[in-house]
DNA sequence: CTAATGACGACAC
DNA sequence: CGTGTCGCCATTA
């Protein structure tokens, strides 16, 4: 266990299952809400750690995306999942692995304030 | 302790 | 408008 950086993902973790359904943000947006403006990568990192441990049951990690909405994440999920959970979400896809973020946008630092 | 890496982002060309 | 480069910072080798 990680004693010092396990805030970090707790914080990622605590933002992510907030997010509602149907709805995505950005890891940026993430990272910027915990402070960390450029720590975007970092945010990524917790998620995949969430994969890796079985969390991503508890944790909709399929609604963070990179600000192009673009699932950059897709190929850690097994075969479609991402994109699959997400349309059954209602979420609008402008193309294969692109959803319409403009549409779809949860900012945590207006929602969570 | 140093080097490389990464589910990113912003900027330069 | 696509590609390349640098920055950021925790994690791993």
Do not use: C
């Not at 990680?2 to 995505?24: F, H, K, L």
Request: proline share 4%.
């Amino acid at each position: 266990m990680s004693s010092s950086s396990n805030d970090y993902y707790d914080r990622v973790y605590e933002v992510v299952t907030q997010i509602p359904p149907g709805r995505v943000t950005t890891y940026g947006a993430i990272a910027g809400y915990l402070g960390v403006r450029s720590g975007a990568r970092m945010v990524g990192y917790a998620l995949n750690n969430t994969l890796k441990t079985g969390l991503d049951q508890q944790i909709p990690a399929h609604r963070v995306i990179n600000r192009l909405g673009q699932l950059s994440g897709r190929a850690y999920f097994p075969g479609d999942t991402m994109r699959e959970r997400l349309l059954q979400e209602g979420v609008e896809f402008m193309e294969r692995y692109t959803v319409n973020i403009e549409k779809h946008f949860w900012d945590p630092a207006l929602e969570l304030s």
